[in-house]
């Protein structure tokens, strides 16, 4: 098992109780380090908050970047981040570094001197032994264990 995996499963384990049997309950609020981060976010970018507290373990931010529009994705279960950008040309591009956009540069910069993670792509299609609420399978991806049980679809 990879390092980032091991650090996600501890994680999961602190704020979910078990793999198995996790108590959502556990989840209803945003971690005060998730919170500051999204105000720390909202100062320096206009950001639609579109977290749905029924499907999401996150704030699920969009924003208008200089040259792009994003979802940030700030996990309540550890510090972790996911970043799309939402592209008409090449749809959900996953973003782990900073680029061309000096806004999402800005935005980057918070997240990781905030002491964030920003997830690749192939750690969140990664999956782990997690047994989702309303699932049988014993195996779900990161990004639904840490965000959002929404189908992501990635370009």
Request: aromatic share 10%; with cysteine.
């Amino acid at each position: 098992m990879s390092i980032i995996i091991q650090d996600i499963t501890e994680q999961v384990l602190l704020k979910y109780g078990s793999l198995r049997e996790p108590n959502y309950f556990k989840l209803s609020a945003p971690s005060c380090d998730a919170s500051a981060l999204k105000e720390s976010i909202e100062h320096i970018a206009e950001a639609q908050d579109y977290s749905d507290v029924n499907d999401d373990v996150c704030y699920r931010l969009d924003i208008n970047g200089s040259i792009g529009c994003y979802e940030i994705f700030i996990s309540w279960v550890g510090n972790y981040v996911a970043i799309l950008e939402n592209s008409d040309k090449s749809g959900r591009q996953v973003i782990s570094g900073a680029g061309c956009d000096h806004l999402l540069n800005q935005i980057i910069e918070k997240i990781v001197s905030a002491g964030f993670v920003i997830l690749e792509k192939s750690v969140l299609l990664m999956n782990m032994d997690f047994t989702l609420i309303n699932s049988d399978d014993d195996f779900s991806p990161v990004y639904k264990v840490l965000f959002t049980d929404h189908d992501l679809r990635f370009s």
